[in-house]
C-alpha cells in the first residue's frame, strides 16, 4: 500500500514546499524543523493503522472511556539524513524503541555504485511494527539493502517505508524487493539523475541538516 501526502491538500503540502525552497534551505534549523513536522504527519497517519485496546481512563470528576496503543513501533532510520524525519515520528511515538543504521556509497570507475551497510544499533523486532524512515527514496537501493536485512534477522510483524521525497524510480524499485511494506512518501518526482539525484528533490538533505560534509 503505497500513501502520498501531497495526493491531497493538508499542511503538509506547506513544509514540503519549504524542504524544497533554496531561500528556506538557508536555515539549517528550519529545515531540520520542517523535516520533523513531516515525521510527526508521517506518525499521525501510520497511528490509524495501528492495534488500541480499549481502556478507562479516571479523570477528576469521573471515568472516560477511550483506546489506548497496543504495541508502539519500532522506529528505525538510516543515518544522517534521516534523524530529523526520525526525530518527528519520535515525537509522536514516544514510548518507541528506536534502532539507527548506517550505509554509504561506493562508486565504481564506471560511475556505478554499490551501497554497503557499515554500523546497525537494533533492539528486538521480532514480533514487532517497524518504521524505517529516510528523508530521499532515490535508488532505492539504500533502503531495499537494510530492510531485506532486517527481515531476514527478524520476523517482523509489519514495516513502514517513510520518506519525504522518493522518485518514480526508487519507489517502484522498492516496492518490488519489498513488496509486503506499507510506504508513506511526501511527494514522488518522476526524474533520476545519472548521480541518483532527484530532480526536482531538494538536495542533500543531510548537508542541509546538518552541514557539508566535506571532501576527503
Not at 489506548?68 to 524525519?85: E, F, K, N, Q, V
Not at 536485512?149 to 517502484?172: C, D, F, N, T
Request: hydrophobic letters at 40%; a negative charge.
Amino acid at each position: 500500500m503505497i500513501h502520498i501526502l501531497t495526493d491531497t491538500n493538508s499542511i503538509a503540502n506547506h513544509f514540503l514546499a519549504e524542504l524544497r525552497n533554496v531561500d528556506i534551505q538557508n536555515d539549517q534549523m528550519r529545515f531540520r524543523r520542517n523535516l520533523e513536522r513531516i515525521g510527526e504527519i508521517f506518525a499521525y497517519e501510520i497511528s490509524k493503522t495501528l492495534s488500541y485496546e480499549n481502556k478507562k481512563v479516571v479523570t477528576p470528576l469521573g471515568e472516560a472511556q477511550t483506546q489506548l496503543l497496543i504495541d508502539p513501533p519500532i522506529l528505525a532510520t538510516i543515518l544522517r539524513a534521516g534523524l530529523p524525519l526520525h526525530q518527528g515520528l519520535l515525537n509522536i511515538f514516544d514510548q518507541s524503541s528506536c534502532a539507527f543504521i548506517a550505509a554509504y556509497r561506493k562508486t565504481k570507475k564506471s560511475g556505478e555504485f554499490e551501497i554497503y551497510k557499515e554500523y546497525q544499533a537494533t533492539p528486538d523486532l521480532n514480533g514487532h511494527t517497524v518504521i524505517v524512515s529516510d528523508v530521499m527514496l532515490a535508488t532505492g537501493k539504500s533502503m531495499v539493502l537494510i530492510c531485506k536485512e532486517l527481515l531476514a534477522e527478524y520476523k517482523i510483524k509489519h514495516l513502514h517505508i517513510v520518506s519525504a521525497i522518493a522518485s518514480e524510480e526508487g519507489l517502484e524499485h522498492t516496492k518490488a524487493f519489498l513488496p509486503n511494506a506499507s510506504f508513506w512518501i511526501g511527494a514522488v518526482d518522476a526524474e533520476l539523475t545519472s548521480k541518483a539525484y532527484i530532480v526536482p528533490g531538494l538536495g542533500d538533505a543531510g548537508d542541509l541538516a546538518y552541514g557539508s560534509k566535506g571532501t576527503k
